[in-house]
């Protein structure tokens, strides 16, 4: 036991004393949220200083597209971006696609007048049955563009519509005017609960919690066991302690390292939720609707099923292999299997007690991650969580059986990485 815990002490002491590891301790969250806020950030300024011309070949949607004073007493019609730059052109009684020509060189030039997207809107766009609009730019993929301009311009088309079937759209606009939806959640015991926007952004990034120091740190076990072969120190370990207690030391002592550094993050999301608490609180917001304290107990019993799950696998890979590159080779099959409840996460936390759901979270190697988000977003039975805590333990013993007698005889093997029926007469002799 001595032995054990000597290797424990040293793998987690390596690791925490590393620049790095402090530096990801500490900004890891920033960066996380950097590149969740980015791609957000970007998307909404993407509409940001563009210059687009609208050839409107009906000659009476000026209003969806030049920009009015708003007055109290009515609405603008035109519901633009701020940031959008329009060069309305009234193409009526005319070809609005020999017009659109002049325009098109403008998408490409170089000068100050330059165009960053083009919009032809057909003379027949109110009653043609086959009438389109094309929008011409640079980019085949500028949805976001694109949408603006087409919602823009069928609203202005659905209300002359109606104005020549003499019916008023304000009336209509009134008359058809959706009613807000507001998701709640029923508990058990009856309690209601708000906010299923908040709980879907928590599931998706407490998952990402779970997995990716999982996968961090299985990464970091299998290059410090091949490292260890490739510099034959491990010759000198199985010399004075057994495979197994090597094992389990280096398994161990990496998972304590996740488990400071993930514990460190929770810690440092707690403080700022109870300031963001108390601020919602007296603001009247319960913030307790959309982070259960129970979670706090969940978190770190499915972070440390779902790592040993993980690391046993990669502990093979070290083992087995005489270099990084034919361990990736090997483990990363596996690894997609093993992601299959985050390519899934979407339905998940959607419909947390389907059928998919609820099997994938009472399995073997996918349960810990699937019922860890079925508890942030829905009440499970206590007896799948039990039921999926207690297969989750079982699937470690086995893994750390098989790795184990793997790793016995893998760890002192050179030369060529061992095809399956090999590692199946591995299982066997060790």
């Known amino acids: 036991m001595r032995k054990l815990f000597a290797v424990l002490k040293r793998e987690y002491l390596q690791a925490v004393r590393k620049k790095m590891f402090i530096f990801m301790t500490l900004f890891f969250p920033v960066l996380m949220t950097g590149v969740m806020a980015l791609p957000m950030m970007l998307m909404a300024n993407s509409l940001t200083g563009k210059q687009v011309a609208v050839i409107d070949g009906t000659g009476q949607l000026r209003d969806a597209f030049v920009k009015t004073p708003k007055t109290p007493a009515k609405k603008p019609q035109n519901e633009l971006p701020v940031d959008l730059a329009v060069e309305y052109i009234d193409a009526n009684a005319q070809d609005p696609t020999a017009v659109a020509k002049s325009y098109l060189g403008r998408l490409t030039s170089r000068e100050n007048d330059k165009l960053d997207a083009v919009l032809v809107i057909p003379g027949d766009a109110f009653d043609g049955e086959k009438a389109r609009m094309n929008l011409y730019s640079r980019a085949a993929t500028d949805f976001i563009t694109q949408q603006a301009l087409g919602s823009a311009a069928n609203r202005a088309i659905y209300r002359h519509r109606l104005i020549a079937r003499g019916i008023d759209p304000d009336s209509l606009d009134k008359l058809t005017r959706n009613v807000p939806v507001d998701a709640v959640q029923l508990s058990r015991s009856g309690e209601q609960k708000k906010g299923g926007e908040l709980n879907f952004v928590m599931g998706f990034i407490l998952a990402a919690l779970v997995i990716i120091p999982s996968l961090i740190y299985g990464l970091e076990i299998m290059r410090g066991i091949i490292q260890e072969k490739t510099d034959r120190v491990v010759e000198v370990l199985i010399s004075s302690m057994s495979p197994r207690q090597l094992l389990i030391g280096k398994i161990t002592g990496v998972a304590l390292v996740g488990l400071t550094q993930v514990t460190v ?87 947390p007690d389907a059928k998919m759901s609820v099997a994938f979270s009472l399995s073997p190697v996918f349960g810990p991650i699937t019922m860890f988000v079925r508890t942030l977003v829905s009440e499970p039975p206590v007896w799948h969580i039990l039921l999926s805590i207690g297969v989750s333990i079982a699937t470690i013993f086995v893994f750390f059986y098989v790795t184990a007698k793997i790793f016995r005889v893998g760890i002192l093997s050179y030369g060529k990485r061992p095809t399956i029926p090999e590692l199946w007469r591995w299982l066997k002799v060790a």
């Open 265 to 351: 993050w929770i810690l440092a999301g707690t403080g700022l939720a109870l300031y963001v608490g108390t601020m919602a609180a007296t603001a009247g917001v319960n913030v307790m609707q959309f982070l259960r304290p129970i979670v706090f107990l969940y978190f770190p019993i499915f972070f440390l099923l779902a790592y040993f799950t993980f690391v046993c696998i990669y502990a093979i890979g070290g083992a087995v292999c005489n270099s990084e590159k034919e361990a990736q080779q090997l483990i990363a099959p596996i690894s997609m299997i093993m992601m299959l409840p985050w390519f899934l996460m979407f339905v998940i936390i959607t419909n």
